[in-house]
């Protein structure tokens, strides 16, 4: 497996566009997180979905984040729109809960302008 | 709510001695798993090594061992033996019985040849 697959590696938009980013998790996971890693907050989980159901949202900043899973093997996180303090490293990981690890993506590393 | 806290931010080692990183945890659950990350400076997020809540053994994984004291509620990381590639950030992250998994501020590693 090429495991957890995140796009764009990176990404510079100006304040007020529209962002994607894309995650494709590992076959079989059932679980998939969505993390922001800042300096100044270090590694924040903002949403968790398993079996494709968000399960917990409470760490979305706002209303301008949002995020899917469509299907078990693809995910987006959606930012609309974008504001300069949402630059950071965007992480996507995936696990199968029947086992322990969870498995990290590059990262995608976000620049708003 | 759980929360991981690992209160040393940053930590310098001698090349072949042994460092301990501190983590501890509050959960209500009493099933949940424990793991260790290292993200070097290239920030990929590597899978160190994992510990139950029921397992009576700590894990050890390499020179990696988990000093888990369930009734103190702390899960330290020990590296013996340290190396010039071990110089990263380490993150201690928890997943209760929900499968969400959140992660600790994290504690870098210097280490000094």
């Known amino acids: 497996d090429a495991g957890v697959i995140q796009s764009p590696r990176h990404e510079v938009t100006e304040m007020g566009q529209e962002v994607t980013l894309r995650c494709k998790p590992i076959?079989?996971?059932?679980?998939l997180f969505w993390y922001r890693q800042t300096m100044m907050r270090g590694l924040e989980l903002l949403i968790y979905f398993n079996n494709n159901v968000p399960i917990d949202d409470s760490g979305m900043p706002e209303d301008r984040f949002s995020a899917k899973m469509p299907n078990a093997s693809f995910s987006t996180l959606k930012i609309q729109p974008s504001e300069p303090r949402d630059s950071a490293v965007y992480f996507c990981?995936?696990?199968?809960?029947?086992?322990?690890?969870?498995?990290f993506g590059q990262g995608t590393r976000l620049t708003v302008v | 709510a759980q929360k991981i806290t690992q209160t040393q931010p940053g930590m310098f080692v001698q090349e072949k001695e042994a460092v301990t990183l501190d983590c501890t945890y509050d959960?209500?659950?009493?099933?949940?798993?424990l793991f260790w990350y290292k993200q070097p400076s290239s920030g990929e997020m590597i899978f160190l090594i994992y510990?139950?809540?029921?397992?009576?053994q700590n894990a050890t994984e390499g020179r990696y061992s988990l000093n888990f004291q369930k009734a103190r509620k702390s899960a330290n990381l020990v590296i013996s033996a340290s190396q010039l590639g071990d110089s990263a950030m380490y993150f201690c992250?928890?997943?209760?019985?929900?499968?969400?998994?959140?992660f600790g501020a994290g504690t870098t590693v210097t280490v000094r040849a």
């Open positions: 510990q139950g809540s029921y397992d009576e």
């Open positions: 076959s079989g996971h059932n679980s």
């Open positions: 990981a995936s696990r199968d809960d029947r086992s322990t690890e969870a498995f």
């Open positions: 992250a928890m997943s209760p019985s929900d499968y969400k998994l959140s």
């Open positions: 959960t209500s659950d009493q099933s949940y798993g």
